[in-house]
Structure formats: structure tokens, C-alpha cells
């Protein structure tokens, strides 16, 4: 262990660009709100819109989590059955799709045009009504947040040993004092943490809000932070909003840290052992109409948006050279974000994988990796009004629209790369750190050597994903946008917004072809190129 | 790789001179990768900024989503005036005109607005105290309604805010804003914000001009009809063309455009007897613009009729100068209400954030 001095300054540069940025913007926001006591008046808008924000943000989490756990419970009781990696695949699309591509995709099922419209009126029915407010916004967050709580639920039923299952056999349990006795205790710990993620995720819910909430009625604050920057120039009101909700996001995500979202493993030999109650024919039914209905809840949008982007004019789309530069700024966006991204999230684990193996230190190096995800916390939009209070003065900002945006992009992606890179790096130091040291390795030729070599399936991989995330991008390209050079995304807000449903069908589509291909290149390309 | 030379006298000033030559692999690979460098990207990179210092200047022009769409006044005004200007005009649009007079503000003196173009009388005192534009010096021949003498603006189009209605989804319209306030049952009107959308604006200061004080109390009967309220008037237009809702916020010229250009008489304007508020759209130099001369021109462009010809059937508003036949039939042959309102542009800075509030307030 000795001769190895841990990598401080790495970790100090990630932390001073994110959260450092962010906290000197909320910093100097609050700074100059106290000399500007008036515009701190909280008015009955403001209260109307916090109001809506908890309530929205409140439903959306009941109702993914009323959805999830039994579709998460069916997945988990049946391990193998033909298409579970397929539907597993399917239930992490959502989080890769762009969400205005999405909010597409929604309106195109649930809309009053949409097919569920069509087939109820078909049937002789009432169709539906229109998809804006309260309803679309839960429809959408359901959409959005339900398979993203059942990948993270799915571990929590996966830990649980196998022989509690041949104890419950043995003593006859029926399926419901199982879930009352066994999983409801695992679920009691892992729970309250992803419940909190999932409300903050809805609380800071910005594009679908913009797209689905139609009016005033049905705003959220990040909504409303954008509506007083770029529509009413009413700075300090913004100010005034973004600390709101940045202290209440504070607040709650405080909570999450006391619950630790990852449970430390049983220790029992977890021999493989069959639950006893999947085999009836009700739970088979039971089971069966959970995980149908689930695929059918996320698949449903994603091939309308296939279907109706290939029935759409694609043609006059493709030839038509602004979509093509729309969406090389795209890419752009893209790819400056993931360079950002993994460069930050290397530089900060190299440090917490030192912090972790060679102090010891776990519980620091964990907590140093959660601030740099501070997007929970300090939204784009809040990031965006804060960049833009201390810029404006030198810069003209909407100039730098798309750099801020890639910016922005880059800090909110790091918590991705972290999770996909830092165990890795742990993991590789535990096992090489003692070789190294016994061959005189160290510096720049260990970390060309051994360590990137090593970690580099998941770096490219971190590259990959936050590159795609960030080019289908709207929340920060739509804040900083003039009026010029739109990304593929913002080119789609504004043909949605126009009701030019057909050209934004194949745009949407575009969109998603184009996001994921970025994601196979990289990922692709990036392996090959290392390997040789 | 180099050192210093003793100073000789054959070769004084040379300073240093090469001792150990690099291999020659190494030379050949970095003249390879400097090759791939220049070609890809320095050669490329050269021309571009050749190319942009060739072409002629550049208009920058500021205004609201649909005056640049494809069917608005903007590629036409482009040919036309980009014939005699020997000049680039470049459009910036992607949001109404309330939300532009904020991002003029938002980017105060490094805002590269040469023209200003597409605020309505509603608006333009704010853009005038904040500086934002400077004064033109253009008189024309004017066939508004009233009188124009202001310093800052110029007129290019007006025209009469009114509600638009589907005939076929609607048969029985409300036939005056009393009766559309009383309310119905479902929700069958779309307005615009007026934080970011003029005949948004215009519908609020439409209100107050009728009910006053008991506006709050109108707007809160009203919401129960609103489907929804979107950002600009092109997102609202395209929905209500959709089916979405019977009726939305406009103008009576956008009759004309559908018996013009679609030949049906489906969608009509409602003529409440109560009265109507008048919009007057108008267009002034950028004071940060390092081009006033060429933003002079083009305003005054706008003003002629080789400008305003293209206005009544592209932006379907009422030209401001006599254009003669460019005005389709249809056009002329619509009810023109009695009753108008239009506050004058002080008088409209003064109220507009109050009445705004008070309709936020309301709404929700």
C-alpha cells in the first residue's frame, strides 16, 4: 500500500465544475434576491403553482408505483420465461427515448385523435377527451417512471434468498401472507428511497409539463422558472422560484440519502429455490395480465411513434436540408455533452476509488459521488437561469445557445457515467493495486496500462448512453434558443407545437433512429477502435 | 533537439541549429496526421470564413413563429427585398411576440436585432422604455384607421381580434361575449398566453375593455370553456384547424383565408356587438444594430406597397397603405365591427402587467 499517493486534485477539479457551478449559481441567485426584498413576496401564483407541483408530482409517483409493484412482482416470480430479457430491454427504452419524442408517442395513444379514441368511438363510445393538464401529465410521467421503478425494483425481490422460499413452502404459506412476510419487509427498506427518486423526478418534470400541461392551469415550478425568464423578463420572480424549489428538492433528497437505495446482500448461501405459489393457474392469469399489460403501457407509444413516422411524409422530411442541419447540431449537442460527461465522471471517480480502496472510506467516497449528481436537486432549468444571471453581463448568452446547452447536458449527465464507471475502477484497484506497486507502475503509464484498458468497455459505454441522452435533449436547448440554428428536438417542439402532426411524426421517429444509432456507433465503433 | 550556435561569422543571426534529426518515421507520421488535420478541417474552416466575408451584409430581423412559416409574409418580403438591397436577410423567429419583446430584453445591448418587427401597439411602449429600439424617420401614406405619428414604430398590418369557430363542430355559437362568458358545458375555446402571444394579450385587454373591474370574475366563468392555453397563435390556429376545439382566439381576417385559400366557408368569425379590440402590428429599428441604415431601408420597404402587397394574403391582416387589388374580395366583403377598442401605448404599459396578473390569478 505504501508508495501510491491517493489522486486528490482529479476529484476537486469534477466537484468545482459540478456541483461547484451550480452552488455558486444558487449562491449568487439568493445574493441577489436579499437585496431585492420585493420580488421575495410570495404571491398566490406562486402558491397555486408549488400547490399543483406537489399534487402532480405526488399522483404521478401513486400511480407508477401502484402499477410497478405488480408488474415487478409478476417479473420477479417468473425468472425465465421466453422475452423477459426482451421486455426488461423495453422497460429501459424510456429513459433513452427523448422525452419529446415520447410526449409524441403518448399523444399518438392517448390523445383525442389517438388510437384508444379511435377504437373506443369505433366501438360506439365517447372518445377521449383531449390529453392536456392533469391527465396527460400523469399519463406520461406513468409512462416514463413505472418501468424505470420496476428495473429498480427488481433487485430489491432478487435479493431475497432463496431459502426463504423453501421455508415458505415448507410452512404453507399462500401467495399473500408471502408478499405480506417475505417480500414486503425487503420492499419496506428498499422502497422509501425510490419513491423519493421518483417524486423528485416528477417534481422537476419539465418537457412534459411545457408540452402536456396546456396553460397556467397545469404548471410546475420548473415550468413556471422557464415561462419568467424567456416570457415575462421577470427575473427576481424566477430567482425567487428556483430557490423554492431547490430547497425543497434539498429537503427531500436529504431524505434520500438516510435511505441507501442499494440493500447490502443476505448472507445465506442463496440456493437457487423455486417460489411455491407460481404455480397455480390464477397467479399463471395474474401474472400473465400484469406483464402484458405493462409491455403494452410502454410499447404502446413507442410504435405509435414507429408506425406513424414511417406512414408520415418521410421523404419531404429527409430531402428537406434543414432537418439535416437540425439534426448535426443535435450530435453536436451530443457529443460535446458526453465528452463533458465521462470526463467529469472519471476525473471525480478516480479520486472516490482512491478515497474508497486506500482510506478505506466507502461511506465518503459514496457520498462525494451523490453530490456530483446534483441534478436531482439543481434542475437544467435552475442550472440555466443561474448561468444566465452571471454570464449576461459579459456574454452575449443566446449567442452560446447550443455551448450552454452541451454544458448543461454534460453536468446533468455525471451521475450515469459514475454509476457505470466507478465500480469498475474500485474493482480494478482491489485487484491490480498490489502488481502495480511490486512493478513500479504508477502515473500516467499505470492509468494508460492498466486502468483505462481495464474500464474501458464501461467508459465507452458511459460515452455512449450520455451522448444519446444529451442529443435528444430539449429542457436546456429550448431555454437558451433565439429564434435560430434549433436542434433536431427543438425542431419537433415547434412542428408539434404548429400541429404539423405529419412532419413531427417523422421527426420524432428521426429523433429516436438517430439517438439510438449514436448509442450503437459509439458503442460499437469505440470497442473495435480500442481493441486494435 | 536544438542548441544554441556559437556565434560564427558566416552565419551571424541564425541562433540555433538542429542537432538531432527526428526519424524519419516520426516525421513522416506527423506529416501525415498534420495533412489529415489541414484537410479535414483547416481547408474546410478557410473557405467558410472566406465565403462569409464575400457575401453581401446581413439583415437580422426579430419576429414572432408564423410571419417567417412558409404560407407567412416572410419568404416572399425576403425576394423582394433582397433584389434591391444587395443584402442577406436573416429571420429569427421560434416564439410570439411577447415572448420576443422579453428575449429582446433578456438580451439587452447584445442583441443582434437589427429589426424589430411583429410587436403590436400593446407592446410597444415597454420596447420603447427599455430602450430597445430607436427612431425611424419613415412617414407614409397610412389607410389606418387612425392616426400614426409615432417615432419609434411603424405600422405594417392591422386588424380586429375575434373568436374563430367551426361551423360544423359548433352550430349554435355564442352570438356575443356576454353569452360566450356565461360559459358552457364543455370545453370548447383555445386562447393564447398573453405572457408570450399578442392576440393572447389582446384577448385580456379585449376583456377589460368590456367588463372592467368584474374582469377576474369574467375570466374565472370563462376558464371552464378553456381547453387549453398555448404559447403562441400558431400552436393554438393549427390545433383548432385540427378538430381540437370549435373555437379559438384570432383575428375576423382569418375568415378570408380560409374562403381564399381553402374555398370553404366552414370556419367563420364571430361579431360580438359589444365590440371588438383592434391589433395593430408594428416594426422598429434595433438601437443596438450596427445597420440602421439598411434597417431604415427595409422598414421603409415594408411600408410601400411592394411590401404590403403580400400582407393581406400571407399574414391575412389589413395592409396599412393602399394596395388596390392585392386586397382578395373576400377580405373586403367582411363584416367590420362596429365597435372598436384600442388603448394607446402608454396607457397599455400601464395596465398590461396588472391586467396580466389579475388573469393568471383567475385562471388558475
Known amino acids: 500500500m505504501e508508495g501510491y499517493k491517493p489522486l486528490i486534485w482529479p476529484g476537486l477539479l469534477a466537484l468545482a465544475f459540478t456541483p461547484g457551478i451550480a452552488i455558486v449559481a444558487i449562491i449568487y441567485m439568493a445574493w441577489l434576491s436579499i437585496w431585492n426584498l420585493n420580488a421575495l413576496r410570495i404571491d398566490s401564483y406562486v402558491l397555486e403553482v408549488l400547490e399543483f407541483t406537489i399534487y402532480q408530482a405526488t399522483l404521478s409517483t401513486l400511480f407508477s408505483l401502484l402499477f410497478a409493484l405488480p408488474v415487478a412482482r409478476a417479473l420477479a416470480r417468473r425468472t425465465?420465461?421466453?422475452?423477459?430479457?426482451?421486455?426488461?430491454?423495453?422497460?429501459?427504452?424510456?429513459?433513452?427515448?427523448p422525452v419529446v419524442v415520447t410526449v409524441f408517442g403518448i399523444t399518438a395513444i392517448w390523445g383525442q385523435n389517438g388510437l384508444v379514441s379511435e377504437f373506443l368511438e369505433y366501438l360506439g363510445f365517447n372518445g377521449l377527451s383531449p390529453l392536456y393538464g392533469l391527465t396527460g401529465i400523469l399519463i406520461a410521467h406513468t409512462f416514463f417512471n413505472m418501468p424505470l421503478m420496476v428495473r429498480l425494483l427488481l433487485p430489491i425481490?432478487?435479493?431475497?434468498?432463496?431459502?426463504?422460499?423453501?421455508?415458505?413452502?415448507?410452512?404453507?404459506?399462500?401467495?399473500?401472507?408471502?408478499?405480506?412476510?417475505?417480500?414486503?419487509?425487503?420492499?419496506?427498506?428498499?422502497?422509501?428511497?425510490?419513491?423519493?427518486?421518483?417524486?423528485?423526478?416528477?417534481?422537476?418534470?419539465?418537457?412534459?409539463?411545457?408540452?402536456?400541461?396546456?396553460?397556467?392551469?397545469?404548471t410546475t415550478i420548473e415550468v413556471a422558472i422557464f415561462h419568467e425568464v424567456r416570457s415575462n423578463f421577470n427575473i427576481p420572480k424566477a430567482i425567487l422560484l428556483a430557490l423554492i424549489q431547490v430547497g425543497i428538492c434539498l429537503c427531500v433528497s436529504l431524505l434520500l440519502l438516510k435511505f441507501a437505495l442499494l440493500q447490502p446482500g443476505s448472507a445465506t448461501e442463496n440456493r437457487a429455490s423455486i417460489r411455491p405459489d407460481i404455480i397455480s393457474p390464477l397467479g399463471k392469469i395474474n401474472d400473465a395480465f400484469w406483464i402484458a399489460l405493462g409491455c403494452l403501457w410502454v410499447g404502446a407509444p413507442i410504435a405509435g411513434i414507429i408506425a406513424k413516422g414511417l406512414l408520415g411524409p418521410v421523404v419531404q422530411v429527409l430531402v428537406n436540408q434543414a432537418v439535416w442541419e437540425a439534426t448535426l447540431r443535435s450530435l453536436m449537442v451530443g457529443f460535446g455533452s458526453g465528452m463533458i460527461a465521462v470526463s467529469l465522471g472519471l476525473l471525480l471517480s478516480s479520486t472516490t476509488r482512491d478515497i474508497a480502496v486506500r482510506w478505506n472510506n466507502t461511506g465518503l467516497a459514496n457520498r462525494l459521488e451523490l453530490t456530483g449528481s446534483q441534478a436531482l436537486i439543481v434542475s437544467p432549468i435552475i442550472l440555466g437561469t443561474g448561468l444566465f444571471v452571471i454570464l449576461n453581463p459579459f456574454i452575449p448568452v443566446f449567442e452560446y445557445n447550443l455551448y450552454l446547452a452541451t454544458l448543461i447536458n454534460g453536468f446533468i449527465a455525471v451521475p450515469f457515467v459514475l454509476r457505470l464507471v466507478s465500480p469498475v475502477l474500485r474493482e480494478n484497484v482491489e485487484k491490480h493495486d498490489a502488481l502495480c506497486n511490486s512493478l513500479g507502475l504508477g502515473g500516467w503509464n499505470k492509468i494508460r496500462i492498466v486502468e483505462i484498458p481495464l474500464a474501458k468497455k464501461e467508459i465507452i459505454l458511459a460515452f455512449a448512453l450520455t451522448t444519446a441522452m444529451a442529443t435528444g435533449d430539449l429542457t436546456s436547448v429550448v431555454f437558451f434558443s433565439a429564434g435560430r440554428d434549433p436542434t433536431l428536438a427543438l425542431m419537433l417542439y415547434q412542428a408539434l407545437g404548429n400541429y404539423r402532426v405529419n412532419d413531427s411524426a417523422v421527426m420524432a421517429l428521426l429523433l429516436i433512429v438517430v439517438c439510438l444509432m449514436v448509442f450503437v456507433v459509439i458503442e460499437r465503433l469505440g470497442n473495435v477502435l480500442l481493441r486494435s | 533537439m536544438y542548441r544554441p550556435v556559437e556565434p560564427d561569422p558566416v552565419n551571424t543571426g541564425v541562433g540555433i541549429e538542429e542537432l538531432i534529426k527526428p526519424h524519419p518515421s516520426l516525421i513522416l507520421r506527423h506529416r501525415q496526421k498534420s495533412c489529415f488535420m489541414l484537410r479535414k478541417f483547416f481547408i474546410p474552416i478557410s473557405f467558410l470564413m472566406f465565403a462569409c466575408t464575400l457575401r453581401?451584409?446581413?439583415?437580422?430581423?426579430?419576429?414572432?413563429?408564423?410571419?417567417?412559416?412558409?404560407?407567412?409574409?416572410?419568404?416572399?418580403?425576403?425576394?423582394?427585398?433582397?433584389?434591391?438591397?444587395?443584402?442577406?436577410?436573416?429571420?429569427?423567429?421560434?416564439?410570439?411576440?411577447?415572448?420576443?419583446?422579453?428575449?429582446?430584453?433578456?438580451?439587452?445591448?447584445?442583441?443582434?436585432?437589427?429589426?424589430?418587427?411583429?410587436?403590436?401597439?400593446?407592446?410597444?411602449?415597454?420596447?420603447?422604455?427599455?430602450?430597445?429600439?430607436?427612431?425611424?424617420?419613415?412617414?407614409?401614406?397610412?389607410?389606418?384607421?387612425?392616426?400614426?405619428?409615432?417615432?419609434?414604430?411603424?405600422?405594417y398590418d392591422y386588424g380586429y381580434f375575434a373568436l374563430m369557430y367551426d361551423s360544423e363542430a359548433l352550430p349554435n355559437p355564442p352570438k356575443s361575449m356576454e353569452e360566450l362568458v356565461a360559459g358552457g358545458t364543455e370545453k370548447d375555446l383555445i386562447i393564447q398566453d398573453p405572457r408570450t402571444s399578442s392576440p393572447g394579450l389582446g384577448f385580456v385587454f379585449w376583456l377589460r375593455s368590456l367588463y372592467g373591474e368584474d374582469t377576474p370574475e369574467a375570466w374565472s366563468r370563462l376558464s371552464s370553456r378553456i381547453l387549453t392555453v398555448t404559447p403562441g397563435w400558431g400552436e393554438a390556429y393549427g390545433m383548432f384547424t385540427n378538430g381540437e376545439a370549435p373555437m379559438v382566439m384570432s383575428y375576423t381576417t382569418s375568415q378570408s383565408y380560409h374562403e381564399v385559400v381553402e374555398e370553404t366557408s366552414r370556419y367563420k368569425a364571430l361579431i360580438f356587438p359589444e365590440g371588438h379590440y383592434m391589433q395593430v402590428e408594428v416594426a422598429g429599428i434595433g438601437s443596438y444594430s450596427d445597420q440602421s441604415e439598411l434597417a431604415r431601408d427595409f422598414l421603409?420597404?415594408?411600408?410601400?406597397?411592394?411590401?404590403?402587397?403580400?400582407?393581406?394574403?400571407?399574414?391575412?391582416?389589413?395592409?396599412?397603405?393602399?394596395?388596390?387589388?392585392?386586397?382578395?374580395?373576400?377580405?373586403?366583403?367582411?363584416?367590420?365591427?362596429?365597435?372598436?377598442?384600442?388603448?394607446?401605448?402608454?396607457?397599455?404599459?400601464?395596465?398590461?402587467?396588472?391586467?396580466i396578473a389579475e388573469w393568471l390569478a383567475s385562471m388558475n
Open chain 2, 56 to 155: 453581401a451584409e446581413t439583415l437580422t430581423i426579430y419576429t414572432y413563429d408564423s410571419f417567417t412559416s412558409d404560407w407567412g409574409p416572410g419568404p416572399m418580403i425576403t425576394e423582394a427585398f433582397e433584389q434591391e438591397c444587395n443584402c442577406e436577410i436573416e429571420w429569427r423567429s421560434g416564439v410570439d411576440a411577447a415572448a420576443l419583446l422579453s428575449l429582446l430584453k433578456l438580451e439587452g445591448e447584445n442583441s443582434k436585432a437589427d429589426v424589430i418587427l411583429g410587436l403590436d401597439t400593446n407592446l410597444m411602449a415597454e420596447a420603447v422604455g427599455s430602450g430597445l429600439v430607436s427612431p425611424h424617420g419613415i412617414d407614409a401614406n397610412y389607410t389606418l384607421p387612425m392616426d400614426w405619428d409615432d417615432p419609434h414604430f411603424v405600422p
Open chain 2, 300 to 355: 421603409d420597404f415594408l411600408v410601400s406597397e411592394k411590401a404590403q402587397q403580400f400582407i393581406p394574403t400571407t399574414n391575412w391582416m389589413y395592409p396599412v397603405v393602399d394596395v388596390g387589388e392585392s386586397v382578395p374580395e373576400a377580405m373586403k366583403a367582411l363584416e367590420q365591427p362596429e365597435i372598436n377598442f384600442l388603448l394607446d401605448p402608454q396607457e397599455a404599459d400601464e395596465v398590461r402587467e396588472v391586467w
Open chain 1, 80 to 97: 425465465d420465461f421466453p422475452g423477459r430479457g426482451v421486455i426488461l430491454k423495453l422497460f429501459g427504452l424510456p429513459l433513452v427515448i
Open chain 1, 157 to 218: 425481490w432478487e435479493s431475497i434468498p432463496g431459502e426463504y422460499w423453501r421455508i415458505a413452502s415448507m410452512t404453507g404459506m399462500n401467495s399473500l401472507s408471502m408478499f405480506r412476510y417475505i417480500e414486503l419487509p425487503k420492499l419496506r427498506d428498499g422502497l422509501p428511497g425510490l419513491v423519493i427518486l421518483v417524486f423528485l423526478l416528477c417534481f422537476t418534470s419539465f418537457t412534459i409539463v411545457l408540452i402536456l400541461g396546456g396553460g397556467p392551469q397545469s
